[in-house]
Structures are given as C-alpha cells and as structure tokens.
C-alpha cells in the first residue's frame, strides 16, 4: 500500500526563520549603507562625469534609473518564480515569505521602469507611450504582479493563498518568454524598430553598471526587510491565535495537555 | 487504460449535458459577445472603412471577454456541491478531471462563440471573404482560451471578487493567442507568406496550454479540497 | 485487511489539530469516532480520504489493492451530496457508478439499481435531483456508496437531514458493508446502533504556543 508519509527535509532544518533573521539582521546595515554609497557615486558619476548623449542631450540620464528598474522588474519576478518553486516542490519554510515580500518591491521597479521609459519617450518620441515592444513587454509584467498580489491579497486562509499564488508565478513565469516572443512578433508587424538599442560607449556603460549594482543591493535590503516584516508579522499572528486557544481551551491551565489521548473500545453491542 | 479514457469521456459528456440542461451561461456569453462588437460602433463612429479594418481584431476580444464570463463554470457548481471531492476519489488524475472540464468547456462554449463571429462580423462590415479564416483562426484558439482560463477558474474558486480578479489573472496569459490569432487572418487578408507560420503557432499555443493548464489547474483544485 | 494510522499528526493552517494519533480497523469492523465538535472528526475522516496530507504518520490500508491508492479504494461521504439537480437520480448515480472504479464486475446498471433499492429511490429514479427534499438529496448521496463496490467507508455525520427510516436504511447498509468485510469510519453524533462497531473517542487536543 502507498502511504502518506511527510517529514522535514534537511533543507528545512537548515533554513529556518530564525536563523534567517539572526543573519539578516546583522547584513541587512551593511547592505544598505553599502547600497546608498554605490547609488550615490553612481549619481556622481552620471551627472558630473558621464557625457550627454549626441542625439539625446541630458535625457539619455533617464536612462541610468529606468534600465535597472526595468532589470530589477525582471529578477525579482525569476525570485518570486525560484521562491514558488521552493514552497511547492521542497516546501521551504522561508520561500513564501520571500515570494510574498518580492512582489511589491518587484512591481514598484517594473512601474518606475514603465514612467522613466515613458518619460525619456516624450522627448525621444514625442509622445509618453509607444507600443513600443519592450515597453509592452513591461506592461504585461506589471499586469502579472498586479495578478499575483490580487490573488493573494484575495484568499483568507493565508497558507492556501500562499500556495495558489505560487502556481499562478509558475504559469506566468513559463508563460511571459511566450508573451515576449509573441509582443515581440506583433511589434515587427506593425512598427519599424525605434532604434533604441545603439551600441553602447563605455563612458555610459561603467557608470549604468555601477548604477545598476547599486539598485540591485538596495532591492536586497528592501527585499531582506520585507521578508522580515513578514516573520515578525506572522509570529505577532501566531502568539494572537495561541492566545485566543488559550482563552477558549475549558482545561485549566497547569494542567498537563492531553493530546492525543485515544481510547479506542469495543462498542457495548454485538461483542 | 480503456477504462480511464471511458472515464473521460464520461465526464467531459456529463459536462456537455450539464451545459445544455442548465442553458443559461452559453446565452449570456452569446449576449455579452453581441453587446460589445455592438457597442464598438457608437463608441468609434459609424464609417464603414474604419470598422472594416478593425472588424477581426474586435471580434477576438469581444470572444475573449464573453469566454472570459464563463470560466467559472469550469469548476465552481463541481465545487460547491462537492462533486469534485468525490472525483478526487476517483482514479482518473485530478489533472485529466482539469482537462475534461476545460475541453467541454471549449466544446461548449469556444466553439459556438467562433462559429458566431461570422454573423457578428456582418454588424462589422467585416469582409465575408475572410470569415472563414477568421472562424478558423477563432478555432483553432479557443482551446487556449479554456485551458488556461480553467487555471484561472480553478485558483479562484476561494478568492473573494472572484469574477474580476480572474479576469486580471487570465486576460495577461491570452496575450499570445490574441496577437497570433489576429495576424494570423491579416496574413490570410494580404496572402502573406506568413499565414502558415502564424496559424502553426496559434495551433502550438492551443496545444500547450492543453498540457500546461490542466497541471496548474488540478494543482490550484487540489490546494483547495484539502 | 486492515486500515491502520500511525502516529498521526493533521495540521490545518498553523493549527495542529490531531496530534499522535493511531488506531487500527479490521475487516468486518466499523469505528464510529466521537467527541465534541471541533474535535477534528471531520479533518481525520479527509485525511484518510487523501485530501489532506499528515504532516506527520502513515495511513495505510493493509491488505488492499496494491496498486490503488487508499483514496481509491475508499467511498467519502462528506457534508455536500456531490449530486447535479439538473440530472435525473438515476443520470446521476449512473455517472458515478461509471467514474467510480468498481471492485467487482458486477454491471453497471445492476450497481444502479442496487443503489436505488438499498436507498429506496426506486419511485424517484427520473427526478431531476433539484426536486427532492433535503432528505431525500442525502439519501440519494449515501446511494452512492452502493454504486461502486469499494473495500472502505468513510462517512462523515451520514445522518445529518435523515428521517427515522432512512437513518434505518442507512444502518442496514453499513451492517451488510461490515458483514461482507469492508471497513467503515464513520464520524457521528447519532449511534447508529450496529453490531461490529468499535468506538474511538477523540479528545481536546489543546494547541502548543
């Protein structure tokens, strides 16, 4: 016979929150100091020493904030997505907290992609939107964020919601390469390329980098302290749900549990 | 073997039958579907050239919303009544059950909603020359439409303002299918090269999301019944 | 045959509700479980019928079909009747005589009619079910239990909305399902007053902090 069998992994052992939030909680200072230091000199580098673009002018500094934002849209869904995986296949203590904690943070990049892009559109296009295929592409990532808060925010049993949105991440994250590559074709029907993609002078690309490394560390602590949040609100949960036990339990307290206290006899009739 | 297939079959009719019995859903979808291709004139203004030209790509999100209405279907009554726990009692995979329920939903509802396009379409001034393509096209998508509309259906069974939140959940996943359908009647339109590939893609898209919907689905339904 | 549990544990969201939990079923025997509400009757009852995943313990069903899960050799009748209004009685107990695997090779329609006569649905049979009363709904519910032959029972509170009458059929079917060695687990706060039952009593599990 099959039988129903569960027990906690090693990885599980390994991984707990609070051990998590005995090691966050000494990194997450560093990262952030370490994350305003990089961002500012990447700041000062882009205004004092990076060179205005020939066709662009002083617009092209946009771009310094919009292409890590939309980079940062895009591995945080690939975290949401690692994380879903993590919670359904190995059932990762910490994995859900992590999905959850990513998702804001992950679509706060993906809209400030889409205003900086539609921002540097105006004077390149002479209009906020284009259906331009990547800022397309964008679009429907933050529609897959909105979905994936919707759907969790919408789900009382909390540890259900966590595992419905979790499929939904997968579906999408198996999904969008199928929506680029179909926005993408769309795009070459109906419009000539916008020429966005020159070639890149390295005058632009060291500071972009180090633009980009910074914003990446500063999305490592706000994810870091998010999935903090998000333990500590769920003990505050806990501890109230324990105390409402406690107001209901009949038994006095002192005295000793009785879980599990099974007597099993014979029924009076027919022995 | 033979006898999961005979279980199949039994499902997916008994869910035909239930279809016709209780009525009602397709008929609204129907409406819903006629209501918007008619709103699109008073919203765009009556010239006939303008309408002709947008008439296919009108007529698919006009059937996309009016399928979209009826994606609950799939699983919510099975749901309330229990009928799904006791199939989750059954040995046919909760994922063939998924699929069952997704294929007559097609059967029952992406097949009516295309094969009214046409009629739609004259409301349009769109070209009867295209029609066919179109309805073509149009059935060769909808499988899409039901399989990944039963993900939706399936993770929103519990979720509160369920309706419009299936619609942000699913509306992003038809992306594909809108844009390969919709080339795939302009590529017939112009007699482009490209009407093959865009229609095999459409095709592949369906089948995909055959095999990918029934497995995201059955998993959202089993989280549920536990 | 014999369907055991072994130290089980069930834990529904962060609330452990059944907590080291064995017992033991012989063929032959039904188990009526008992205790307060709340007491997690119900999620046990699930959980042997595969919905829900111990967190910890077996279930196992010795002596079964080795290459049938116990969920697939098990009936569960829980709260909901799983019955369409717009299908006949008979529409309906005929679909699930063919969904549900039957152990023998008994036809189906002979399934149907047994189930029909065990539950005295004979006069109803092309009734649309959304026309019976409540009661006769749960009869036509507990019938599904005689469309596919299946070694174990699990019933929860089977007698919610029944008459004296059906209650009484109902007990004749669960002592002729014990009598041919099947198993029943049933959660109820009636006694059904039947020969071969044990009793497994369930007590407060008070929750750990």
Do not use: C
């Amino acid at each position: 016979m099959p039988t129903m069998q569960t027990s906690q992994s090693i990885t599980q052992k390994l991984a707990n929150p609070t051990r998590f939030m005995d090691l966050s909680g000494r990194l997450l200072p560093w990262i952030t100091v370490a994350s305003a230091g990089i961002i500012a000199y990447a700041m000062y580098l882009v205004f004092f020493v990076a060179p205005p673009d020939y066709q662009q002018g002083q617009t092209v500094k946009i771009m310094y904030i919009h292409v890590p934002s939309a980079w940062l849209g895009m591995m945080a869904y690939a975290l949401i997505a690692i994380s879903s995986f993590g919670l359904l296949v190995f059932r990762h203590p910490l994995a859900d907290v992590s999905a959850k904690a990513a998702a804001p943070i992950g679509a706060a990049f993906t809209l400030l992609a889409l205003l900086t892009g539609s921002l540097w559109g105006k004077p390149m296009w002479g209009t906020y939107w284009v259906w331009d295929a990547r800022l397309t592409s964008v679009l429907l990532l933050f529609f897959l964020y909105l979905g994936l808060m919707a759907l969790r925010s919408s789900i009382e049993d909390e540890a259900l919601a966590a595992k419905l949105t979790a499929v939904l991440a997968l579906v999408g994250v198996i999904l969008l390469p199928i929506i680029k590559f179909s926005v993408d074709w769309w795009n070459t029907l109906h419009q000539p390329s916008t020429g966005l993609t020159t070639t890149v002078h390295a005058s632009i690309r060291v500071p972009l980098l180090i633009s980009a490394f910074g914003f990446s560390l500063l999305f490592f602590a706000m994810h870091m302290k998010a999935m903090r949040n998000e333990i500590l609100r769920r003990r505050v949960k806990a501890l109230r749900m324990a105390e409402v036990e406690r107001a209901q339990s009949n038994s006095p307290p002192g005295n000793p549990s009785v879980s599990g206290d099974i007597r099993a006899r014979a029924a009076q009739a027919g022995e | 073997m033979r006898g999961a297939f005979a279980t199949f079959v039994a499902l997916v009719r008994r869910d035909l039958v239930l279809a016709v019995r209780e009525g009602g859903a397709l008929g609204t979808a129907l409406g819903f579907f006629l209501i918007v291709v008619a709103l699109m004139p008073l919203g765009l203004g009556p010239d006939l050239n303008l309408l002709s030209r947008i008439a296919s790509g009108v007529l698919w999100i006009a059937l996309l919303l009016a399928a979209l209405l009826s994606l609950p279907r799939i699983f919510e009554a099975d749901y309330e009544d229990g009928a799904l726990e006791v199939m989750a009692m059954g040995e046919l995979p909760m994922e063939m059950v998924a699929a069952a329920k997704s294929l007559a939903h097609w059967i029952s509802t992406g097949i009516p909603l295309a094969l009214m396009a046409p009629m739609l379409g004259i409301l349009l001034n769109l070209d009867l020359a295209s029609a066919p393509v179109l309805v073509a096209t149009m059935l060769a998508g909808t499988p899409a439409i039901s399989f990944l509309g039963s993900i939706g259906a399936a993770l929103t069974l519990k979720a509160r303002r369920g309706g419009l939140l299936l619609a942000l959940l699913v509306l992003p996943l038809y992306i594909p299918t809108l844009i390969f359908g919709i080339s795939t009647v302009n590529a017939a339109s112009l007699a482009s090269d490209s009407f093959w590939p865009s229609f095999a893609i459409l095709v592949a898209l369906s089948l995909g999301s055959a095999v990918l919907g029934p497995i995201a689905a059955a998993a959202a339904v089993k989280f549920q019944i536990q | 045959m014999k369907l055991a549990a072994e130290s089980l544990v069930l834990v529904r969201g962060s609330r452990t509700i059944v907590d080291g939990l064995s017992f033991a079923v012989q063929a032959g025997r039904a188990l009526a479980l008992t205790g307060p509400n709340g007491v997690g009757k119900t999620t046990l009852i699930r959980a042997i019928a595969g919905f829900l995943t111990p967190a910890s313990g077996t279930i196992r069903l010795d002596g079964g079909e080795p290459d049938l899960t116990l969920a697939e050799q098990s009936h569960y009748i829980g709260h909901l009747n799983g019955m369409k209004s717009s299908l006949t009685v008979e529409e309906n107990l005929a679909f699930w005589a063919l969904y549900l695997r039957d152990a023998t090779a008994v036809a189906l329609q002979d399934r149907v009619s047994d189930a029909l006569a065990g539950f005295e649905l004979d006069v109803l049979r092309d009734i649309p079910a959304g026309y019976l009363s409540a009661g006769q709904k749960r009869r036509l519910g507990l019938a599904r239990l005689l469309v596919a032959r299946r070694p174990v029972w699990l019933l929860d509170e089977p007698t919610v909305s029944l008459d004296a009458r059906s209650t009484e059929l109902l007990a004749a079917a669960v002592d002729r399902h014990t009598e041919s060695n099947g198993i029943v687990i049933a959660a109820t706060h009636l006694a059904l007053g039947l020969s071969r039952t044990d009793e497994l009593q369930l007590s407060p599990h008070r929750a750990v902090a």
